[in-house]
């Protein structure tokens, strides 16, 4: 146990389901093994703002099914300033707090870099639903949102079969395709449409009018926000087909709601871990999975990891939705 006796945490950038999960498993270890911990409201934002309070045992009771987080969430343009950054480690000293757990995605990991650059212990859980750190299988929120989009899906096939319509459903993920590719293969999607691969829009054109030409009453089209907007492709997909067309942005549900069995139990063994890395001294690491082992590596080798993009899952599920 050494010298961590106060450790902070905040959760930071867009929230995902089970980030509470994760707080309580932080908070709930750090308090076994005898540590004091002070959660930090909004992120990098409510650490310059000093607007933190001690958290005991109860304070994580009744939230590991919620979604959302307890801390709440902010971006913060401030933190990324040296300026704002050193306010943030003159709040953290003031508070005797000796480490920091950051729970969020690549930019609030960019920030635990910084932090750590300066001196100050940080670890970092991944929490977001994008799925977009190279270094872990999956950060946690992201089967949460695949489920909720996977329900959407399903609702929009019973109604674009009965009105034998083309459905372009948007989905999140920043510049990662992982929730269009696994949601679209589970709901059974004819086209998925990832920033990660090239396709054209005749391609997408011919295979509406093959399917429909074998009888598929509706064409669910999945389509990632990093390729650009559904109201765009619609128009552009009308043009050439000149098929009943409806869009459906999914947005913010897909953040919210409560977490899967998956995501809970994710986020509990991060938060574990994290707590035992700085017990055992250790700074400036990550947790993530890897074929279902919780792991810990440098954040500058993790942040310097590059996306390798499931092109067999991809290419399959052209294969499956013919
Ligand atoms: N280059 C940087 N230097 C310091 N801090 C940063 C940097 N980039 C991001 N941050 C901090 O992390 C916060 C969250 O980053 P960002 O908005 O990219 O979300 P995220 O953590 O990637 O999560 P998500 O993508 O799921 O929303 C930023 O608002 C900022 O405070
Ligand atoms: O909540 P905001 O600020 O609108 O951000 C939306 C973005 O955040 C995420 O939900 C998580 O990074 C992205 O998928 C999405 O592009
Ligand atoms: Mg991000």
């Given at each position: 146990?050494?010298?961590?006796?106060?450790?902070?945490?905040?959760?930071?950038?867009?929230?995902?389901?089970?980030?509470?999960?994760?707080?309580?498993?932080?908070?709930?270890?750090?308090?076994?093994?005898?540590?004091?911990?002070?959660?930090?409201?909004?992120?990098?934002?409510?650490?310059?703002?000093?607007?933190?309070?001690?958290?005991?045992?109860?304070?994580?009771?009744?939230?590991?099914?919620?979604?959302?987080?307890?801390?709440?969430?902010?971006?913060?343009?401030?933190?990324?300033?040296?300026?704002?950054?050193?306010?943030?480690?003159?709040?953290?000293?003031?508070?005797?707090?000796?480490?920091?757990?950051?729970?969020?995605?690549?930019?609030?990991?960019?920030?635990?870099?910084?932090?750590?650059?300066?001196?100050?212990?940080?670890?970092?859980?991944?929490?977001?639903?994008?799925?977009?750190?190279?270094?872990?299988?999956?950060?946690?929120?992201?089967?949460?949102?695949?489920?909720?989009?996977?329900?959407?899906?399903?609702?929009?096939?019973?109604?674009?079969?009965?009105?034998?319509?083309?459905n372009i459903i948007e989905v999140?993920?920043?510049?990662?395709?992982?929730?269009?590719?696994?949601?679209g293969l589970a709901g059974g999607?004819?086209?998925?449409?990832?920033?990660?691969?090239?396709?054209?829009?005749?391609?997408?054109?011919?295979?509406l009018k093959t399917t429909q030409?074998?009888?598929?009453?509706?064409?669910?089209?999945?389509?990632?926000?990093?390729?650009?907007?559904?109201?765009?492709?619609?128009?552009?997909?009308?043009?050439?087909?000149?098929?009943?067309?409806?869009?459906?942005?999914?947005?913010?549900?897909?953040?919210?709601?409560?977490?899967?069995?998956?995501?809970?139990?994710?986020?509990?063994?991060?938060?574990?871990?994290?707590?035992?890395?700085?017990?055992?001294?250790?700074?400036?690491?990550?947790?993530?999975?890897?074929?279902?082992?919780?792991?810990?590596?440098?954040?500058?080798?993790?942040?310097?990891?590059?996306?390798?993009?499931?092109?067999?899952?991809?290419?399959?599920?052209?294969?499956?939705?013919?």
């Open positions: 146990m050494d010298t961590i006796r106060t450790i902070g945490i905040l959760t930071s950038g867009g929230d995902a389901p089970g980030m509470n999960a994760a707080i309580r498993a932080v908070v709930r270890s750090a308090i076994y093994y005898g540590c004091k911990v002070y959660g930090i409201n909004r992120g990098y934002k409510g650490l310059i703002e000093e607007d933190l309070v001690e958290m005991n045992l109860s304070s994580v009771g009744d939230i590991i099914h919620r979604g959302g987080t307890i801390l709440k969430s902010s971006r913060c343009e401030e933190f990324k300033t040296e300026e704002g950054r050193l306010q943030g480690v003159k709040i953290l000293k003031k508070h005797n707090i000796d480490s920091l757990v950051i729970i969020g995605g690549d930019g609030s990991f960019i920030g635990a870099q910084k932090l750590s650059e300066l001196g100050f212990p940080a670890i970092g859980i991944p929490g977001t639903i994008d799925n977009d750190l190279p270094y872990t299988d999956y950060t946690i929120g992201f089967d949460t949102a695949m489920n909720t989009i996977i329900d959407a899906i399903g609702k929009i096939r019973d109604t674009s079969s009965s009105h034998e319509r083309v999140m993920g920043r510049h990662c395709g992982d929730l269009a590719l696994y949601a999607a004819e086209t998925i449409i990832v920033p990660e691969v090239d396709i054209k829009i005749d391609e997408i054109c011919t295979k030409k074998r009888g598929k009453r509706h064409s669910i089209i999945v389509l990632a926000e990093g390729v650009g907007n559904a109201s765009d492709l619609g128009k552009e997909i009308i043009k050439k087909t000149s098929a009943d067309l409806r869009i459906t942005v999914l947005g913010h549900v897909q953040r919210g709601g409560s977490p899967t069995a998956f995501d809970r139990i994710l986020a509990s063994r991060m938060g574990a871990r994290a707590v035992d890395l700085l017990l055992d001294g250790k700074s400036a690491r990550v947790v993530g999975i890897k074929d279902n082992k919780i792991i810990d590596l440098e954040i500058n080798e993790a942040l310097s990891k590059t996306r390798s993009f499931d092109k067999d899952t991809y290419e399959m599920v052209k294969v499956l939705s013919i």
